[in-house]
């Protein structure tokens, strides 16, 4: 059985057929529900929303409930980010 959508609050996406290629979409944000709604569902700071299309062929966003499950137990354990490389160094024969 599929786990109830939870849809995203104050948040709206909507693709124009008219834009250029590059432009997927705009997302509306209705402050005071979107704020409300991120309280309500954050995890670690974070907020995670899918953009979906309807069968209708509308877009909504809906709230994603995905939750990993880690090797040997739980998924707070995945181990932590390898540090970023050092910036390159600059070099002078670059044009710009």
Known sequence: MAEEK???DGFSFKRNENAPDFVVGRVSIKIE???AFMKQH???GW???DVKQAR???YYIELDT???KGRGGD???KPSKAPAPAPA???DDIPF
């Open 47 to 49: 907020v995670n929303l």
């Open 33 to 35: 529900d979107a704020v």
């Open 66 to 68: 995905f939750e990993p």
């Open 42 to 44: 954050e995890k670690n």
């Open 6 to 8: 939870i849809f995203a």
């Open 89 to 91: 160094e600059e070099d």
């Open 75 to 77: 998924a707070k354990s």
């Open 56 to 58: 209708s062929g509308s």
